[in-house]
């Protein structure tokens, strides 16, 4: 026991190296931040770092150190537990022994005077006078004597057990006692350590921000800042669960927008700015550039296994790009949309087809149409836009090539997450960061259960985006080859090459719907393109940026 609490001891003493490592580090801080840059922002871009890589080795030394404290306390804990549960046990045996005892010694005290009172009357003539022999009055006398014997010993043995039961229940209170101390002086170093590494995260993480301000006032543009989001249709695949179920140190790339060709009307933009108070007219008008006119859309229209139908009460009715449920004035802005694509088709006589190369049209939606939709068809009948393609999609992330910001006050900056019509509207898509197979929140995951990365999994991209940005290698492709198949550099192969051994910053410099450029560490540099191809052909499971054509994407660290 002594052995172990000795042991127990020696782990609290490294708790002072780490205190005195915190000095120097400010020290060497102090020194650091003697260099005066003025407004050279290249130069408080480089200071900042220093401070970074001069805090980032010890704080992880803290966090080492506080996992053991921690370790440390569970374990005395469960010891203090183990004690307590065998003085519990000590204690009734004890009380059991107590109660036998007492128990032997009142038939010991029977029996002594029944033994008195015979010795007091015993007259030794009498066994002679009423046995048939001497030989059993002997015997006689030898019992009384032998029972008598018997019960002293049993009453010995038990005083004995007793004894060195309240023996052990003493030593193990002394025990209970030195690891309750013990775990007082654990708990209160713990609870020191923990504040200085809370401190010290708090202040990378200012470093980090203030870092990031700085590369993108250097560059002109924005760093986005996600609020209090909830969005996307699969928790783990949304900021909330990313801040609230991550493990901490964790990256993950989140998409603005996913699967879309970005032109045109973004629906659950349109239904943001329905919930807003605008109209159909002002939907497309900021979508399209301009309001709808009248035309004659009476007739038919060609459509792709289904022949000649109706264009008004048939093929619009038919069209399933909204839910019914949605706000009339996006379901109008819908129809209008719906309405101009197809008109081309029906002026130009050409077949249209069903699917999302064209619109999605749907037989049994035009039998039995959704009162709402029916009455959004009825209500703008005839109204088309002149001389556009009605591009539209679900989400564009924020952003149109062919209007723009998609937000209140139709600029981009810092927060134009918070201010964008498909965050008002509920778009699941807006920020995400995708991990299953093609885009439903249902699909297979290549045993990636969350698109969550750690240190390790993410350097290792940057490391692929290196790779890649200075040749093509048919080995940078995913780790998961049970999905993938090939022939993928290991961590450490491709560490090799890239040279990056680990991750400790990393800022998004975006500019107008596009991500411009990450910076790692403060000093490798990857356009947004780069480091998007790294990600997509390096990522574990099915984790990617599903966007074509652009890249427009933020990387989060927990």
Same mark, same amino acid.
């Not at 200012?206 to 996600?226: C, N, P, R, T, Y």
């Not at 493990?247 to 973004?266: C, D, E, L, V």
């Given at each position: 026991m002594d ?7 020696k782990? &609290?003493?490294f708790?002072f190296? #780490? ?14 931040k003697?260099q ?7 130069c ?5 770092? =220093?401070e970074?890589?001069?805090?980032s ?11 053991a404290?921690?370790?440390?306390i569970?374990?005395?804990?469960? !010891? ?10 000590l ?5 059991d ?10 038939m ?7 033994q ?9 003539? %009498?066994?002679?006078?009423f046995s048939?022999?001497?030989?059993q ?9 032998? #029972?008598?014997d018997?019960? =002293?010993? %049993? ?14 229940k003493?030593?193990?209170e002394k025990s ?6 013990? $775990?007082?002086?654990?708990?209160e170093?713990?609870?020191?350590l /923990? *504040? ?6 708090t ?5 980090? /921000?203030? $870092?990031?301000?700085?590369?993108a006032?250097?560059? *002109?543009s924005?760093?986005?800042s996600?609020?209090?989001s909830?969005? /996307?249709?699969?928790y783990?695949?949304s900021?909330?669960?990313?801040r609230?179920?991550? @493990?901490?140190g964790?990256?993950?790339i989140?998409?603005f ?6 032109k045109g ?14 109209n159909?007219?002002q939907i497309?008008? /900021?979508?399209?550039?301009?309001? @709808?006119?009248g035309?004659? %859309?009476g007739?038919? &229209? ?5 022949g000649s139908?109706?264009?008004e ?6 069209i399933?790009e ?9 379901l109008?802005?819908q129809a209008v ?6 008109? =081309?088709?029906?002026?130009? *006589? ?11 049209? =749907?037989?049994? !939606?035009?039998d039995s149409p ?5 009455q959004?068809?009825?209500?703008t009948k ?5 001389d556009?393609?009605t ?13 723009g910001?998609?937000? %209140?006050d139709?600029? *981009? ?24 197979k093609?885009y ?7 045993? $990636?259960?969350?698109?969550?990365l ?5 350097t290792d991209?940057?490391?692929?985006a ?7 290698d048919d080995?940078v ?9 090939g ?6 192969e ?12 990393v800022?998004?410099? $975006? ?7 990450v910076?790692?560490n403060g ?12 990600f ?18 933020? &990387?989060?660290?927990?």
């Amino acid at each position: 026991m002594d052995s172990k609490l000795k042991t127990s001891q020696k782990g &609290i003493k490294f708790i002072f190296v #780490a205190v005195i490592s915190f000095c120097l580090l400010s020290l060497t801080l102090s020194l650091i931040k003697a260099q005066d840059c003025g407004s050279d922002l290249d130069c408080q871009i480089s200071q900042i770092q =220093r401070e970074i890589n001069a805090l980032s080795p010890a704080q992880e030394k803290n966090k080492q150190d506080l996992a053991a404290l921690n370790k440390q306390i569970t374990d005395l804990n469960f !010891k203090i537990s183990k004690l307590t549960q065998q003085l519990k046990t000590l204690e009734k045996q004890i009380s059991d022994r107590e109660k036998d005892l007492a128990y032997t010694k009142a038939m010991f005290d029977e029996k002594a005077r029944e033994q008195y009172t015979f010795l007091r009357l015993y007259d030794p003539i %009498t066994p002679f006078l009423f046995s048939d022999s001497a030989s059993q009055a002997f015997q006689e006398i030898a019992l009384r004597q032998k #029972a008598t014997d018997a019960n =002293r010993e %049993t009453m010995e043995k038990y005083a004995s057990n007793l004894s060195s039961l309240k023996t052990d229940k003493e030593t193990l209170e002394k025990s209970k006692i030195s690891l309750s101390s013990l $775990q007082t002086q654990v708990a209160e170093k713990q609870k020191f350590l /923990a *504040g200085e590494v809370a401190k010290v995260d708090t202040y990378l993480s200012s470093l980090s /921000a203030k $870092q990031q301000e700085l590369l993108a006032a250097k560059s *002109g543009s924005f760093i986005a800042s996600v609020g209090d989001s909830e969005l /996307a249709d699969d928790y783990k695949a949304s900021i909330k669960g990313f801040r609230e179920a991550a @493990p901490s140190g964790s990256f993950t790339i989140f998409s603005f927008g996913a699967y879309t060709h970005r032109k045109g009307m973004s629906q659950y933009g349109a239904r943001g700015r329905a919930q807003s108070g605008q109209n159909y007219k002002q939907i497309l008008s /900021a979508y399209y550039g301009k309001e @709808p006119v009248g035309k004659d %859309t009476g007739g038919t &229209i060609s459509v792709s296994g289904y022949g000649s139908i109706d264009f008004e009460t048939t093929y619009l009715y038919g069209i399933a790009e909204m839910p019914s449920s949605w706000n009339m004035e996006a379901l109008k802005a819908q129809a209008v949309a719906a309405r101009s694509y197809a008109y =081309r088709y029906k002026i130009a *006589g050409t077949t249209i087809c069903t699917t999302e190369s064209c619109q999605v049209f =749907r037989k049994s !939606k035009s039998d039995s149409p959704p009162a709402a939709w029916k009455q959004a068809v009825d209500e703008t009948k005839g109204q088309v836009l002149e001389d556009v393609v009605t591009y539209y999609s679900s989400t564009s992330g924020g952003y149109s090539t062919t209007s723009g910001w998609d937000t %209140t006050d139709g600029s *981009g900056g810092s927060n134009f997450f918070d201010k964008s019509y498909e965050k008002i509207g509920g778009s699941p898509w807006a920020y995400k960061a995708w991990y299953r197979k093609g885009y439903t929140a249902s699909g297979d995951t290549c045993g $990636q259960d969350d698109p969550w990365l750690n240190n390790e999994e993410f350097t290792d991209i940057v490391n692929a985006a290196i790779v890649l940005k200075n040749g093509s290698d048919d080995r940078v492709t995913s780790t998961s080859t049970s999905c993938w198949g090939g022939n993928p550099y290991s961590y450490a192969e491709l560490r090799s090459k890239g040279g990056v051994s680990s991750v400790s910053t990393v800022s998004v410099i $975006q500019g107008n719907g596009t991500t411009n450029e990450v910076v790692i560490n403060g000093s490798i540099h990857l356009t947004g393109a780069e480091f998007k191809q790294g990600f997509n052909l390096r990522a574990p499971g099915y984790l990617m940026i599903p966007q074509k054509g652009f890249a427009f994407f933020n &990387i989060e660290k927990k």
